[in-house]
T-cell receptor, first 112, second 114 residues
Framework: GDSVTQMEGPVTLSEEAFLTINCTYT??????LFWYVQYPGEGLQLLLK?????DKGSNKGFEATYRKETTSFHLEKGSVQVSDSAVYFC???????????FGQGTELSVKP | DAGVIQSPRHEVTEMGQEVTLRCKPI?????LFWYRQTMMRGLELLIY????????DSGMPEDRFSAKMPNASFSTLKIQPSEPRDSAVYFC????????????FGPGTRLLVL
């Protein structure tokens, strides 16, 4: 069945470092792809999305490109801040309904 | 808008007791989702509704779990009887009809079953 795999965390970076969190997926057809973020003690919130191959989603300095050939949707940011410390979830949309399939989450810790 | 509202925020109960979690979605949203989050299993979708009708309950772990949505502004998730392995954070989320994948999560209910 459809699934999402993320790199294991925790990822620990210094402030202003470059961030990459890997995400690959397995799906029939061409699903929409998402990154959600969960700050400590809160629910998840949508960070960015891409609905078709080669689309780039971006928000708050984060970017991810939908790569059909490698079935990937890696999250990147050029310069992380302490406030970016959170758990990041990659997800795909299952058919046309509202159901999302989430990866296991990757914890990011940014040190000053 | 106040966002998705969940109650209680924290619940501690003893094994065998009934637990009821409550959710008020964002007004105008047609989808409502119940998730469970644990360290071992990550984030799991339990059930979701569209226009108050359950669409997919394949994630409900067993008959001890039940969910209802009697109207567009209220949903409950009930566990009866509760067991220690049900300890988790339970999230409710809602989304609009046009973009059901854009889900707005509540703050969660942290459940501990002793």
């Amino acid at each position: 069945g459809d699934s999402v795999t993320q790199m294991e965390g925790p990822v620990t970076l210094s402030e202003e470092a470059f961030l990459t969190i890997n995400c690959t997926y397995t799906a029939t057809g061409y699903p929409s792809l998402f990154w959600y973020v969960q700050y400590p003690g809160e629910g998840l919130q949508l960070l960015l999305k891409a609905t078709k191959a080669d689309d780039k989603g971006s928000n708050k300095g984060f970017e991810a490109t939908y790569r059909k050939e490698t079935t990937s949707f890696h999250l990147e940011k050029g310069s992380v801040q302490v406030s970016d410390s959170a758990v990041y979830f990659c997800a795909l949309r299952y058919n046309q309904g509202g159901k999302l399939i989430f990866g296991q989450g990757t914890e990011l810790s940014v040190k000053p | 808008d106040a966002g998705v509202i969940q109650s209680p925020r924290h619940e501690v109960t003893e094994m065998g007791q009934e637990v009821t979690l409550r959710c008020k979605p964002i007004s105008g949203h047609d989808y409502l989702f119940w998730y469970r989050q644990t360290m071992m299993r990550g984030l799991e979708l339990l059930i979701y509704f569209n226009n108050n009708v359950p669409i997919d309950d394949s994630g409900m772990p067993e008959d001890r779990f039940s969910a209802k949505m009697p109207n567009a502004s209220f949903s409950t998730l009930k566990i009866q009887p509760s067991e220690p392995r049900d300890s988790a954070v339970y999230f409710c989320a809602s989304s609009p009809n046009g973009t059901p994948e854009t889900q707005y999560f509540g703050p969660g209910t942290r459940l501990l079953v002793l």
